[in-house]
């Protein structure tokens, strides 16, 4: 990509349009005691899955949240899946792709297992207090089995799946990426066959077909450094990440039968050869709607936008605080006008213009530090989970 075109994309501030206003919290949603840490969109932007340190997955429609009536967030959560887990859940994301009809969401855990669940929901009619009203009836759910379970030495940094592919990238503290092809088997089971305990599930018929799953190691890579973060960019035929205690950001390619690994330097282009220091590690990667862009999110009080498998640096985003001791986290806003991003000084979002580099504006809601931040491919919808407990859905207003 050119100057000039990199110029065009951010030479006027944004218009305005980005999430701001809080329409839906759901208190509590892993318990009084225990809080979210993580949270993900499916591509509909209608199912919600977060991860919580009591251990367990719980995926619900959060729409059900706007519908009329006083305890409508409350009837959302107790309409929810929830799936136990082995450990506390760090890190979740959704597939693009069914498996014969079923959505799939892979889970990161902190003893360094990754669940797979594959999920189905029923939606029925049903009259209550004389209006009619869509509501959720129950989830059927099925979970890869101990046998063929991901499971790294340390804990699970980050993990995502490749756009339009049924390939999972998922990465752990001891510096191992993995990448694996997750099929499906279906198989018939009766309520007698039973179901995991760890499963709480609503009513299903007696006889559901499952959405079984079946796991393939295309490749594992072995690096010294911990991987904090990953994203796959170029359409998911590359793998971007970033190795902890180095200068750079690699990029894997995923489709060469060689996996050659390129890297471009976190410094810029640096005159005179490669600068292999820098006084921080890229704790987070977000790569932007038009996928020309990925915004790495440091310790050390910086966001870095740059161009994609270049070393070229095209802002530089200040004005917050994040160390070494924070959980760094960021999202763009639909237009790819803005970066939302966390700090550890406060309770806020951080709203920065891309284009004049500024930040101006800080979103008030949480009552403590966000943990996470995700944002929908699609529309303005940003979903952020907070050591307050609590999980909000925030929308552009209308």
């Not at 305005?16 to 840490?37: D, K, R």
């Not at 976190?266 to 890229?282: E, I």
Request: with cysteine; aromatic share 8%; hydrophobic share 40%.
């Amino acid at each position: 990509m050119k100057d000039d075109e990199i110029d065009h994309h951010f030479i006027s501030s944004g218009d305005g349009t980005f999430a701001s206003e809080s329409v839906a919290t759901f208190p509590g949603i892993h318990g009084f005691s225990t809080n979210p840490l993580c949270c993900a969109l499916d591509e509909t932007d209608t199912i919600l899955a977060t991860g919580g340190a009591d251990g367990y997955v719980c995926i619900m429609r959060w729409g059900t949240a706007l519908m009329p009536g006083e305890n409508s967030s409350q009837r959302a959560m107790e309409e929810a899946a929830r799936v136990k887990c082995t450990a506390p859940v760090i890190c979740i994301g959704f597939a693009s792709f069914k498996m014969r009809g079923w959505d799939v969401l892979a889970a990161g855990c902190m003893d360094g297992s990754v669940h797979l669940i594959a999920y189905n929901h029923k939606v029925v009619e049903e009259e209550s207090l004389g209006q009619r009203r869509m509501m959720m009836r129950g989830w059927i759910l099925d979970v890869v089995g101990a046998e063929q379970k991901i499971k790294f030495a340390k804990y699970v940094k980050c993990l995502a799946f490749a756009p339009d592919s049924n390939v999972l990238a998922s990465a752990s503290a001891d510096g191992t990426i993995l990448l694996t092809k997750i099929t499906a088997t279906t198989t018939t089971r009766t309520m007698d066959d039973g179901y995991e305990d760890s499963v709480m599930m609503e009513e299903v018929d007696d006889s559901v077909t499952t959405g079984a799953i079946s796991l393939e190691q295309i490749k594992s890579i072995h690096l010294k450094g911990g991987v904090e973060a990953l994203c796959f960019v170029n359409g998911g035929n590359t793998l971007c990440f970033y190795e902890r205690d180095t200068s750079y950001l690699a990029y894997l390619d995923v489709k060469g039968e060689d996996f050659k690994i390129t890297k471009h330097s976190l410094n810029g282009d640096v005159t005179g050869g490669f600068d292999n220091h820098v006084s921080f590690a890229v704790m987070h990667l977000a790569l932007s709607p038009n996928g020309k862009y990925i915004c790495a999110a440091t310790d050390s009080s910086r966001n870095i936008i740059m161009q994609v498998q270049t070393s070229n640096i095209v802002r530089n985003l200040y004005g917050h605080k994040n160390d070494v001791y924070s959980q760094p986290r960021i999202a763009w806003s639909s237009n790819g006008q803005y970066i939302l991003g966390n700090t550890q000084e406060d309770n806020s979002i951080c709203v920065w213009d891309i284009a004049s580099s500024k930040m101006v504006r800080k979103l008030e809601g949480h009552g403590g530090q966000i943990r996470d931040i995700f944002s929908s491919k699609v529309v303005d919808t940003v979903v952020t989970v907070s050591y307050d407990k609590s999980v909000k859905v925030w929308l552009c207003p209308m």
